[in-house]
């Protein structure tokens, strides 16, 4: 497993092309609002609250770069689906993120959460056709797995394996920020893509 020798905040933007330099290989994290992004980087890098979580979804806003040893950074963006925020707003970080995805050339692998008590709704669908259409790496990450019981995740996996036209449910990385499940498995995923 990859030794973690040093974790910076470094940047919050909205247009990638602000990003941070020197360039270096970039994983990022998106999903639906609430469903984990921030919490999974803080359990990621064992740090409390670097990257901004709160139990009341928006809370990130922008897209927040922190660095790993100086060898890549972990990208945090802002949650979509989230039906209090305005639209104005909702299609600006819409405007950031697909910018984003589509601009960075150093982006080795975007994670698309999923919740796994909430499931996949019609907006993951959109996302995942829209990166199979661009040609952007994507993984799925199941998350807050500690929230539903070993029956209900096996459940929850064929159905994300059937929204998200998956092949298998071993698509799919279990994770979750209170128990650290899938925390191992997650790095080791993510030291293949930034070598
Ligand atoms: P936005 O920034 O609003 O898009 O949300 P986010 O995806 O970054 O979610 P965040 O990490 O802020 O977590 C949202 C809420 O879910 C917080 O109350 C977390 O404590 C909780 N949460 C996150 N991960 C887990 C998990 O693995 N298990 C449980 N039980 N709760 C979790
Ligand atoms: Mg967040």
Known sequence: MLKIKKVTFVKSIMNWRD????KLPEVAFV???????S???????????????SKRPGKTRTLNFFSVNEMFYLVDLPGY????TSKKEQLAWQEAIEGYLLGSEHLRILYVLIDCKVGVKNN????VEWLRFKSVPFQIIATKIDRISKSA???????????????????IIFFSAKTRVGKGALWGDIS???K
């Open 153 to 171: 995740r096996a459940m929850q996996a064929i159905k994300i394996v059937k929204m998200l036209e998956l092949a298998d449910k071993s698509d």
């Open 39 to 53: 919490s999974l980087i803080n359990t990621l890098i064992n740090m409390k609250n670097l990257a901004r979580t």
């Open 81 to 84: 689906g989230f039906a209090k």
């Open 124 to 127: 993951d669908v959109q996302l």
């Open 192 to 194: 293949r893509r930034v």
């Open 31 to 37: 999903g639906r609002s609430n469903v984990g992004k």
């Open 19 to 22: 990003g941070p330099r020197p």
